[in-house]
């Protein structure tokens, strides 16, 4: 059982069917038809198949237009020194993201992407905004260092909200949806769910996140030791309770949310790959609907995508977050379904395969 309750994610948790398994094979056998030896786009064709399962035809739909969701909340282990950077930069990127001047923004225009901001626990005030949608459970998390972040009744308000806004978007028309972050710290709770989930040692884990030095390092490895020591013998959802973020139970209740809606999830860096760990204890049958975008230089990241193995299209060497690495991955996906769906056949060609 998921536990999550009679609310948005525990409905889409129950609506959850897997992936086609005649579409797969119909999408796999068309592949084998195309203008090309066996195999030579590689990743493109396996991607391709995914689609047509997630969507259940051939060709699939194209995942276009996207949607990115970038969930926003702060963390009390803030107060402990994990981050050079005030609490308040959350809310400033908050209106810079509303105003079209950060990095997703700009990429989110080029992949012709719709941007929503949703502030689930940021601990300032924001400046009300029409791309801003207030959902917040509670004004950031309490020190993860010192106790349970959340409640178990607020991670599930914060799962809610994540799988709210999937629909959402899908019932305005998204096709394909992006999960983006920021809060201020959070790589901290991040490392200790994949931490919790992966079984792996804190310096495992633990990265440099927004720049700190080795002695913060040590510093932020020792806090996420001792918050994972607390978690032993917990369900999924007490671990997200105890050492999670609301942004991050938000965009696990997104995946949650868009695999109900059957559309592809394409997922960015160590905080998405978190939120990642965190379905796959509480709803495994959504991670077949996720499309892992990169591979941020995070330890975090790596150990969660090999943890649940997901191999990420693009390895730049990205840690920003806001959903970036995933945007850049979204014309790949659409080549998929486009490949699968436009290229020729031998038969179209009268060429005995």
């Not at 790596?302 to 191999?311: D, F, K, R, T």
């Amino acid at each position: 059982m998921h536990n999550l309750g009679t609310g948005a994610a525990g409905t889409a948790a129950d609506a959850l069917a897997p992936l086609s398994a005649s579409a797969m094979d119909a999408a796999g056998a068309r592949q084998a038809t195309l203008t090309k030896p066996p195999g030579a786009l590689g990743r493109l064709e396996e991607l391709s198949v995914q689609l047509a399962g997630i969507a259940g035809t051939v060709p699939p739909p194209l995942p276009s237009p996207a949607a990115i969701a970038v969930f926003a909340g702060d963390h009390g282990v803030h107060a402990e020194g994990v981050s050079p950077w005030p609490q308040e930069v959350t809310a400033q990127m908050v209106a810079n993201f509303c105003g079209g001047g950060a990095a997703i923004n700009v990429l989110a225009r080029q992949a012709g992407a719709r941007v929503v901001v949703v502030d689930v626990g940021v601990a300032t005030p924001v400046v009300a905004h029409p791309s801003l949608l207030d959902r917040r459970v509670r004004p950031g998390t309490a020190n993860l260092a010192t106790g349970p972040a959340m409640t178990l009744d607020e991670a599930r308000a914060a799962l809610d909200v994540g799988a709210t806004m999937a629909a959402d978007l899908v019932a305005d028309g998204a096709r394909c949806l992006v999960a983006g972050d920021m809060g201020i710290a959070n790589t901290t709770p991040a490392a200790a769910l994949v931490a919790a989930c992966t079984h792996r040692r804190a310096d495992e884990v633990t990265g440099r996140g927004t720049g700190i030095d080795d002695a913060t390092l040590d510093h932020k490895t020792a806090i996420v030791e001792a918050a994972v020591a607390r978690c032993s013998g917990m369900s999924p959802l007490e671990v997200l309770a105890e050492v999670g973020g609301l942004e991050i139970a938000a965009i696990a209740g997104f995946v949650i949310g868009g695999a109900a809606a059957r559309v592809p999830v394409v997922a960015d860096g160590l905080i998405t790959a978190a939120a990642l760990c965190v379905v796959d204890g509480l709803v495994p049958a959504a991670l077949p609907y996720v499309v892992a975008g990169h591979r941020s230089v995070e330890p975090g990241a790596s150990a969660a995508l090999a943890h649940l193995g997901i191999e990420p299209l693009l390895d730049l060497d990205l840690r920003l977050g806001e959903g970036t690495g995933a945007c850049l991955a979204l014309p790949l996906v659409e080549a998929a379904a486009r490949i699968l769906g436009e290229m020729a056949t031998f038969a179209d060609l009268g060429i005995d395969a």
